[in-house]
T-cell receptor, first 115, second 115 residues
Framework: DAGVIQSPRHEVTEMGQEVTLRCKPISGHDYLFWYRQTMMRGLELLIYFNNNVPIDDSGMPEDRFSAKMPNASFSTLKIQPSEPRDSAVYFC?????????????FGPGTRLTVL | GNSVTQMEGPVTLSEEAFLTINCTYTATGYPSLFWYVQYPGEGLQLLLKATKADDKGSNKGFEATYRKETTSFHLEKGSVQVSDSAVYFCALSDPYSGGYQKVTFGIGTKLQVIP
């Protein structure tokens, strides 16, 4: 299996622009997670989906952030408008959720820089 | 709520030295505990796990024992290698708070092993 795929790997944009990050989970996994990693705050869960349905979006920082999962093999995280404080590495992860403990498989991340 | 506290790094060791990274947790119920590792430029990957008290997780020479009485899950390795240089995250999932799917991560401890 190719693992979790994220694109782009790097994104540089200017303040005010719309940014869309993309994720393809591992086939057969029914949970998908979006995380943000910064030096100051560490790894933060933004939102997660089960069977394409958003379950918990309490970590989404504000209305500028939105996430969708139109089908089992694709999800997007959108920031509109972007701000310099959104600069971070964004990870997507997926899991099966069938075990009593839940191993998450992470993608390589998208490094976002907002100028 | 749930939380994970781990020692702040960076930790710098010489090759073949003994490694300990401390981790303590707070949880409502009886969580599953994890150590994830992040190599430079990559996403996190599961290193080891333990699902109940006194369980010992082990992988690649690393070990951690689930200590309920001290609410700890310290990571140890008897002889580190340069290839172990990475960031190590302690984490938990608590079925009584957020469910097995929601994982709480510590801040991460950077390990640097010098030849």
């Amino acid at each position: 299996d190719a693992g979790v795929i994220q694109s782009p790997r790097h994104e540089v944009t200017e303040m005010g622009q719309e940014v869309t990050l993309r994720c393809k989970p591992i086939s057969g996994h029914d949970y998908l997670f979006w995380y943000r990693q910064t030096m100051m705050r560490g790894l933060e869960l933004l939102i997660y989906f089960n069977n394409n349905v958003p379950i918990d979006d309490s970590g989404m920082p504000e209305d500028r952030f939105s996430a969708k999962m139109p089908n089992a093999s694709f999800s997007t995280l959108k920031i509109q408008p972007s701000e310099p404080r959104d600069s971070a590495v964004y990870f997507c992860a997926s899991s099966t959720g069938t075990d009593s403990y839940n191993e998450q498989f992470f993608g390589p991340g998208t490094r976002l820089t907002v100028l | 709520g749930n939380s994970v506290t781990q020692m702040e790094g960076p930790v710098t060791l010489s090759e073949e030295a003994f490694l300990t990274i401390n981790c303590t947790y707070t949880a409502t119920g009886y969580p599953s505990l994890f150590w994830y590792v992040q190599y430079p430029g990559e996403g996190l990957q599961l290193l080891l796990k333990a699902t109940k008290a006194d369980d010992k997780g082990s992988n690649k020479g690393f070990e951690a024992t689930y200590r309920k009485e001290t609410t700890s899950f310290h990571l140890e390795k008897g002889s580190v290698q340069v290839s172990d240089s990475a960031v190590y995250f302690c984490a938990l999932s608590d079925p009584y708070s957020g469910g097995y799917q929601k994982v709480t991560f510590g801040i991460g401890t950077k390990l640097q092993v010098i030849p």
